[in-house]
């Protein structure tokens, strides 16, 4: 069984940085792509990012793809999601994923053999 936990989350100012990061345990590192997603209050859950099993592809939602970078270091275990200009509309609950090692049809999809609890980013103006 595979654990995701996530952290790095919090409440911040518009145009402030965050960096979140995915743990996994349970699994061998390269055995899943791995894929961020987000909910806002009264939305539902959409597609932020996510990355192959080997690191070479990156997925971006269109609404941060130019202001978010994933990575993996599977030395560690960990994904993370470097956010960069943060704004009140990057509010909600972010969610790590695993998914298949071959799958690629991320963007907008939600989709996760297993997912992690969530952390809280909160973006104020």
């Known amino acids: 069984q595979v654990h995701l936990e996530e952290s790095g989350g919090g409440s911040v100012q518009t145009g402030d940085s965050l960096r979140l990061s995915c743990t996994a345990s349970?699994?061998?590192?390269?055995?899943?792509?791995m894929g961020w997603f987000r909910q806002a209050p009264g939305k539902e859950r959409e597609f932020v990012a996510a990355?192959?099993?080997?690191?070479?592809?990156?997925y971006y939602g269109k609404s941060v793809e130019d202001r978010f970078a994933i990575s993996r270091d599977d030395a560690k275990n960990t994904v993370h999601l470097q956010m960069n200009d943060l704004i009140p509309e990057d509010t909600g609950v972010y969610y790590c994923?695993?998914?298949?090692?071959?799958?690629?049809?991320?963007?907008?999809?939600?989709?996760?053999?297993?997912w992690g609890q969530g952390t809280q980013v909160t973006v104020s103006s």
């Open positions: 349970g699994g061998a590192p390269n055995d899943f792509a």
């Open positions: 994923a695993a998914d298949d090692p071959d799958y690629t049809d991320w963007v907008g999809s939600v989709t996760g053999d297993y």
């Open positions: 990355i192959s099993w080997n690191g070479k592809n990156t």
